[in-house]
């Protein structure tokens, strides 16, 4: 399974670096994003107002030993279709933990918001990448700050084939049954942001395949069933990207991708 970790490199992109993107990530090319995507700000940098009317900005949280080229193809749907802030976050493979990783994301929505004005963003987060977004909303306050996490194939109830299980300390939390699974299971009252998780029958990582679906009574969730689109294909098929930008422009009940995606 694929998920963030510790220590970050930040991407933020607009439509004209987003279409300037190369080569297809599933070719297991380079990083893709140019150099000049990857600006340090001082602490100074001046905060731009919210444009009224705007989409706030999505961030982008790639799976375990991956990358943020795995969203290049994402990214480009959205910048076609009028979004302009979207930020990709790169997670070193060390981080052993995803409550860490999870106040790593904090840190980062607040500088997000601090730095384009927006008081909210949207999350698209793939295996684990969703895991660790759904942590910071529901234990850390996240809600706040996030109007609607959307999870690809992310294991909610845990997956009983995890790779390397035993083997890496955040390999192990994916487990179902793990303590942070439990945890996840604890009230959330209260809870302001909207999830939309989508889920395969064809997802050979998360089992029961059903454990990618969002289960909880106070959590406002649609699930959204994936045919014939495998695990790693999840964040760059085109009509998943499809469902995708309509999850994140309505209230989730019109989600539809005709042949290949239906809502739950």
């Given at each position: 399974?694929?998920?963030?970790?510790?220590?970050?490199?930040?991407?933020?992109?607009?439509?004209?670096?987003?279409?300037?993107?190369?080569?297809?990530?599933?070719?297991?090319?380079?990083?893709?994003?140019?150099?000049?995507?990857?600006?340090?700000?001082?602490?100074?940098?001046?905060?731009?107002?919210?444009?009224?009317?705007?989409?706030?900005?999505?961030?982008?949280?790639?799976?375990?030993?991956?990358?943020?080229?795995?969203f290049v193809l994402l990214r480009r749907s959205l910048a076609r279709h009028g979004w302009h802030h979207l930020e990709s976050l790169n997670y070193s493979p060390l981080t052993c933990d995803i409550r860490t990783a999870a106040e790593l994301?904090?840190?980062?929505?607040?500088?997000?918001?601090?730095?384009?004005?927006?008081?909210?963003?949207?999350?698209?987060?793939?295996?684990?990448?969703?895991?660790?977004?759904?942590?910071?909303?529901?234990?850390?306050?996240?809600?706040?700050?996030?109007?609607?996490?959307?999870?690809?194939g992310t294991p909610h109830g845990g997956t009983a084939v995890a790779p390397l299980a035993g083997a890496h300390p955040i390999v192990r939390q994916m487990r179902s049954g793990s303590d942070l699974i439990e945890e996840l299971r604890r009230?959330?009252?209260?809870?302001?942001?909207?999830?939309?998780?989508?889920?395969?029958?064809?997802?050979?990582?998360?089992?029961?395949?059903?454990?990618?679906?969002?289960?909880?009574?106070?959590?406002?969730?649609?699930?959204?069933?994936?045919?014939?689109?495998?695990?790693?294909?999840?964040?760059?098929?085109?009509?998943?990207?499809?469902?995708?930008?309509?999850?994140?422009?309505?209230?989730?009940?019109?989600?539809?991708?005709?042949?290949?995606?239906?809502?739950?």
């Amino acid at each position: 399974m694929r998920g963030p970790a510790d220590g970050t490199n930040r991407d933020e992109g607009t439509d004209a670096d987003s279409r300037a993107a190369a080569p297809d990530p599933r070719t297991g090319g380079p990083d893709p994003d140019p150099a000049s995507d990857r600006i340090t700000r001082s602490a100074g940098t001046a905060t731009l107002p919210s444009t009224i009317g705007e989409r706030p900005p999505v961030v982008l949280l790639h799976g375990f030993i991956d990358n943020r080229s795995v969203f290049v193809l994402l990214r480009r749907s959205l910048a076609r279709h009028g979004w302009h802030h979207l930020e990709s976050l790169n997670y070193s493979p060390l981080t052993c933990d995803i409550r860490t990783a999870a106040e790593l994301l904090d840190r980062h929505v607040e500088e997000i918001c601090a730095r384009t004005g927006h008081h909210q963003v949207d999350i698209v987060g793939h295996s684990l990448g969703g895991l660790i977004a759904r942590y910071y909303v529901q234990r850390l306050g996240g809600d706040r700050r996030v109007r609607t996490l959307v999870t690809l194939g992310t294991p909610h109830g845990g997956t009983a084939v995890a790779p390397l299980a035993g083997a890496h300390p955040i390999v192990r939390q994916m487990r179902s049954g793990s303590d942070l699974i439990e945890e996840l299971r604890r009230p959330a009252p209260d809870c302001r942001t909207r999830f939309v998780s989508f889920w395969s029958e064809l997802d050979r990582v998360i089992l029961p395949v059903e454990t990618a679906c969002v289960d909880h009574p106070d959590l406002d969730a649609v699930n959204v069933r994936v045919t014939g689109i495998g695990h790693l294909a999840l964040p760059v098929h085109p009509a998943v990207a499809s469902a995708i930008r309509q999850a994140l422009e309505s209230d989730g009940t019109a989600i539809s991708t005709p042949g290949t995606a239906t809502a739950a």
